[in-house]
């Protein structure tokens, strides 16, 4: 079974740090893009960044350029997330995908669909 699983959301004060990760199963993880995606109520899905699977360039927003960082352990079978300078903006259910290419920020042509999503809250 191919599948994705998040992890790492919480509750964080404004100007704070996170780390999700993505743990992939079922699948050569390093065989695709993984996109992180996020949800805020009442607001549309937004591709938050994306890593190439061949050159390991990441893609980022411009809504989170210069604060977050995608990087992937293969061996792990995992993809993180690393946040920093969180804002009460950045508050949402965050996923990830595995796609076949990076448009920008967004992975496209999803292969497999992460699960549940883990939330993330900015907040003093």
């Known amino acids: 079974q191919l599948q994705l699983v998040e992890s790492g959301g919480g509750l964080v004060q404004p100007g704070g740090s996170l780390r999700l990760s993505c743990a992939a199963s079922?699948?050569?993880?390093?065989?695709?893009?993984i996109g992180w995606f996020r949800q805020a109520p009442g607001k549309e899905r937004e591709g938050v960044g994306c890593?190439?699977?061949?050159?390991?360039?990441?893609y980022y927003s411009n809504s989170v350029k210069g604060r977050f960082a995608i990087s992937r352990d293969n061996a792990k079978m995992t993809v993180f997330l690393q946040m920093n300078s969180l804002k009460p903006e950045d508050t949402a259910v965050y996923y990830c995908a595995a796609g076949r290419s990076c448009i920008g920020a967004v992975a496209t042509n999803i292969i497999v669909r992460g699960g549940q999503g883990t939330q993330v809250t900015v907040s003093s």
């Open positions: 890593i190439n699977q061949y050159i390991d360039s990441t």
């Open positions: 079922g699948f050569t993880l390093n065989n695709y893009h």
